[in-house]
């Protein structure tokens, strides 16, 4: 009898491994089939409208609600954080307390030839190459008051407020903010840091010696 379940728990054993080992393509029986082979699907595909809605006022029964939009405060991996000040008089003023975020990044020779090259396609026909408001609009006389960006004013002006017009839009100019990244806007302040001229030293003179001029 023994020797009998022994066979049995060998064939078995046996049964067992030569069907497992068949195929590694082919696991067998799947305990849960739907969290071992997710459904993959395009995020913009067009789906069958009689099972999937947008709407939220028509989810439950029969539909399934599918919303195409990132959840809200989803940031794009690599993308810096959100711009959240408003577009109004006291957002442009708060706008000068921000820091840029890549101040401490040194830009290499390509970042900054592609920066270099951003600029020209989307500023320099107004600011001019070298920013000096001598773009083929500004020069043509259809669009007025274009910014002169080595100007005392736009030196000192914080790069917060610079990149809150480029995002914005500020008088005639528009928003930039579908034409460049976050990121792409904020090295733009830093490419037109590299083309205004360095603030001079302050220097201070050093007042007469009175004792001296009493001795005297």
């Known amino acids: 009898m023994k020797r009998l379940t022994y066979i049995t728990a060998i064939l078995i054993t046996a049964i067992i491994v ?40 028509r989810k439950g029964g029969s539909m399934i609600f599918f919303d195409n939009m ?9 993308e810096l954080f959100p711009y959240t000040l408003p ?8 706008s000068a307390m921000v820091k840029n975020p890549l101040d401490s ?34 020069t043509s006389g259809k669009i007025g008051g274009v910014a002169n960006l080595t100007l005392d004013l736009y030196v000192k002006m914080a790069d917060g407020t610079m990149f809150h017009s480029i995002n ?17 806007r904020w090295m733009i ?7 205004q001229p360095k603030a001079a030293p302050v220097t201070t003179t050093a007042a007469p010696d009175s004792t001296a001029a009493k001795k005297g």
């Open 18 to 57: 030569i069907t497992s080992c068949h195929d590694k393509r082919n696991p067998g029986r799947v305990y849960m089939p739907d969290m071992a082979y997710s459904r993959a699907y395009e995020s913009y595909a067009q789906r069958d409208s009689t099972k999937f809605t947008m709407d939220p006022t």
């Open 105 to 138: 990044v040194v830009l290499t020779k390509a970042e900054l030839a592609e920066t270099g090259r951003l600029f020209n396609i989307n500023c320099a026909i107004c600011h001019g190459e070298k920013g000096l408001a001598n773009g083929p609009l500004a």
């Open 168 to 184: 914005y839009g500020k008088n005639n100019m528009g928003s930039y903010a579908s034409q460049l990244s976050r990121k792409q």
């Open 70 to 78: 990132p959840a809200a405060g989803t940031i794009k991996r690599g």
């Open 87 to 94: 577009n109004d008089s006291n957002g442009y003023k708060m």
């Open 189 to 195: 302040v830093k490419y037109i840091r590299t083309l």
